[in-house]
C-alpha cells in the first residue's frame, strides 16, 4: 500500500524559511515523479514544484519561483520542500504527489498516490 507523509509543517512570520518533507513507503520511489500542491481555505489545490524520478529535472509555480526549492533522496524515499522568504498568501495545506507519467506534470488529476497534508501557516 502507497503511503505518503508530510511533515514539517507549523506557524511561522512572514519572512521566515521552512523545509517540508514526505516520506514515501509502498512503493518504488525512484520510478515516481515526486510534486507539492498546496491547498488554502476556500481555493483549488494548486501545483507548487515537482520533480523528477532522478532529480534532473524540477518544475514551478510562477507564484513560488526563486523562494522554493524542491528535492528529492531516493535513499531515504524522501522529497522535501524548502521554503524561503515565505509570504502570508503561502499558508495552505501542503501536500506531496507521486506520478508513474513519463514528465513532470502540474495538474493535481495527473498525480496518483497523494499524502494527507501538513498545515503551514504564514502570519504578517
Known amino acids: 500500500q502507497v503511503q505518503l507523509a508530510e511533515s514539517g509543517g507549523r506557524l511561522l512570520q512572514a519572512g521566515d524559511s521552512l523545509r517540508l518533507s514526505c516520506a514515501a513507503s509502498?512503493?518504488?520511489?525512484?520510478?515516481?515523479?515526486m510534486g507539492w500542491f498546496r491547498q488554502a481555505p476556500g481555493k483549488e489545490r494548486e501545483f507548487v514544484a515537482a520533480?523528477?524520478?532522478?532529480?534532473?529535472?524540477?518544475l514551478y509555480a510562477d507564484s513560488v519561483k526563486g523562494r522554493f526549492t524542491i528535492a528529492r533522496d531516493n535513499a531515504k524515499n524522501t522529497v522535501y520542500l524548502q521554503m524561503n522568504s515565505l509570504k502570508p498568501e503561502d499558508t495552505a495545506v501542503y501536500y506531496c504527489?507521486?506520478?508513474?507519467?513519463?514528465?513532470?506534470?502540474?495538474?493535481?488529476?495527473?498525480?496518483?498516490?497523494w499524502g494527507q497534508g501538513t498545515q503551514v501557516t504564514v502570519s504578517s
Open positions: 504527489a507521486g506520478s508513474r507519467l513519463y514528465g513532470l506534470v502540474v495538474a493535481a488529476g495527473l498525480y496518483d498516490s
Open positions: 509502498g512503493l518504488t520511489f525512484s520510478s515516481y515523479n
Open positions: 520533480i523528477s524520478r532522478s532529480a534532473g529535472s524540477t
